[in-house]
């Protein structure tokens, strides 16, 4: 089956420091990532899209130079939170899709906590 | 623009008991629905989705959800739960023209159930 593992599950930084977390797809090739934030309310944004091969595209209020991503082959991306504050606080979720198919599969989630 | 509304932000049902949690939408064009779960502290699980043919789609766990046009829903519905259904259930729509992954996710609804 298709498999999303990401890495670290959580992390506590300090303000201002930065995190970067991973995203590997298992079973399937993921041609495109999709990178969201879920919010301690509990609400989604979308930060990015990547496909291989093609520019990051970045949702509005989320910048390359915050949120850099790099997507370089079809099972492996990472994304970077940098100078963390406390309004990035969340848990950053990574969704992959394969050639096949319409289905976004998750993985359990990189928790950024900020003190 | 695209919303997804879920009426319920909390249901609670005992052990065995039948359920269905709701989720209506918005959107005059050809759409993608899916259901998702995300147990507590985790990711999101994919459950089941629906883009064409039966409107009436079965999904893991015994979830099955059932699209309806004429009242623009997709609602998920289980005969008989367990206490290990006890998680939050997102709804989430994409426009076909759209990014694969870009998700509209409703604000959840978090099923509580008794043992």
């Known amino acids: 089956g298709a498999l999303v593992y990401q890495y670290p599950r959580r992390t506590i930084c300090k303000s201002g420091t930065s995190m970067r977390m991973e995203c590997q797809a298992v079973?399937?090739?993921?041609?495109?990532v999709a990178w969201y934030r879920q919010s301690p309310q509990k609400t989604f944004e979308l930060i990015a899209l990547s496909t291989v091969n093609s520019a990051i595209k970045y949702e509005q209020n989320f910048t390359q130079e915050k949120f850099p991503i790099s997507h370089p082959n079809l099972s492996f991306s990472s994304m970077t939170v940098l100078n963390a504050y406390l309004e990035d606080r969340g848990l950053y979720l990574c969704?992959?899709?394969?050639?096949?198919?319409?289905?976004?599969?998750f993985g359990e989630g990189s928790r950024l906590i900020v003190v | 623009t695209q919303t997804v509304s879920q009426s319920d932000a909390h249901v609670t049902v005992f052990e065995g008991d039948s359920v269905e949690l709701r989720c209506n939408y918005s959107y005059g064009g050809s759409i993608y629905l899916s259901w998702y779960i995300q147990h507590h502290g985790r990711g999101l699980q994919f459950l089941l989705k629906y883009y064409s043919g039966n409107p009436v789609v079965q999904g893991v766990n015994g979830f099955e959800a059932e699209f309806s046009k004429s009242d623009s829903s997709f609602h998920l519905r289980k005969a008989s739960v367990h206490w290990s259904d006890s998680a939050v259930y997102f709804c989430?729509?994409?426009?076909?023209?759209?990014?694969?992954?870009?998700?509209?996710f409703g604000a959840g609804t978090q099923l509580i159930v008794i043992p």
């Open positions: 989430a729509v994409r426009d076909r023209g759209s990014a694969l992954g870009r998700l509209h």
């Open positions: 969704g992959a899709r394969g050639d096949s198919g319409n289905t976004l599969y």
């Open positions: 079973g399937f090739q993921a041609t495109s």
